[in-house]
């Protein structure tokens, strides 16, 4: 399993981007997660979706009701919705995939996507 993480850039506070994730391989059975990690920081887990899309899993309110998590089978690729984007989430995102994980202990990473939020 490979994965292509995408999307990531130099946003405003307040403004919004929209994270993807690109696997080669037939992972439309795994779990896939979003992580993050800022400088000087431990990489963090922000998002998780299951295999079929049916359950969604967020950080603490760091993230929740801003971040939001999809996917599409069809194409092999999983979304993170980043809205009302504040300089606290400036890091480096990675995608993740896993046949049972959801909030830690991944067994596939990208490469990770910039992501850079201005006061």
């Known amino acids: 399993v490979q994965l292509q993480a995408s999307g990531g850039g130099l946003v405003q506070a307040g403004g919004s981007l929209r994270l993807s994730c690109a696997a080669s391989?037939?992972?439309?059975?795994?779990?896939m997660g979003w992580f993050r990690q800022a400088p000087g920081k431990e990489r963090e887990f922000v998002a998780a979706?299951?295999?079929?899309?049916?359950?969604?899993?967020y950080a603490d309110s760091s993230v929740k009701g801003r971040f939001t998590m999809s996917r599409e089978n069809a194409k092999n690729t999983v979304y993170l919705q980043m809205n009302s984007l504040k300089p606290e989430d400036t890091a480096i995102y990675y995608c993740?995939?896993?046949?049972?994980?959801?909030?830690?202990?991944?067994?596939?990473w990208g490469q990770g996507t910039q992501v850079t939020v201005s006061s």
């Open positions: 993740a995939a896993d046949e049972h994980r959801l909030r830690d202990g991944y067994r596939y």
């Open positions: 979706i299951s295999w079929s899309g049916g359950a969604t899993y």
């Open positions: 391989g037939r992972t439309f059975m795994y779990n």
